[in-house]
Every structure is written in C-alpha cells, then in structure tokens.
C-alpha cells in the first residue's frame, strides 16, 4: 500500500478535527464544573481589618465621606485617617 501525499494531508486534518473537537467537549467540561453550585464547610471567620483614609482639606461631602467608612458591614475593624499637618481643617470634621 502506497502512502500518497494526499493520504498524508488527509490523516494530518483527521488527526487536528480530532483534536480540536477534544479541546471543546473538554472546554464545555470545565465550563460545567465552574458554574456547579458548591457547597462549602467552612465557617467563616472574619480576621480585623485596618482602613487607612489619608485626608486632605476638607470638601461639603467630608462628613457623609467618613460616616460611610465607619457604617462598614463588618465585625471587627478600625479606621485610621490620615493628615499629612497637624493644621489641617479636616482634622475637625474627622474628630466629629
């Protein structure tokens, strides 16, 4: 049996359809098993956090700014605000 070039060709596209068609049934595989609804055991525990709001001067919206900062949904955290001068009228609206 005689393997002509077009055999060759032939095998050679067989063998890249094959190929890409595995590459797509296992693409859609791991699309699956991302998207699965998981279920954790884990109970979560919050660790403190730190937020560090550097301030300078002052705007209308200071006050709101920093009300919202300290409104946080979280259990266990501290606020630092920081002036660059001790001078600095934000300093007052923070001490608020």
């Given amino acids: 049996m005689i393997v002509t070039y077009v055999n060759v060709i032939e095998i050679t596209l067989i063998l890249i359809i094959l190929a890409g068609s595995c590459y797509a049934i296992f693409s859609i595989f791991l ?3 991302f998207f699965r ?10 660790v403190p956090v730190s937020i560090l709001k550097p301030l300078r001067g002052t705007d209308p919206e200071l ?3 920093i009300e919202s900062f300290c409104k946080q949904d979280y259990p266990i955290y501290e606020i630092l605000l920081g002036f660059t001068e001790p001078s ?3 300093i007052i609206e923070a001490r608020r």
């Fill in 37 to 46: 609804p998981k279920e954790y055991n884990i109970k979560f525990s919050p």
């Fill in 63 to 65: 006050r709101e700014n």
């Fill in 88 to 90: 600095d009228r934000g």
């Fill in 31 to 33: 699309v699956i098993q």
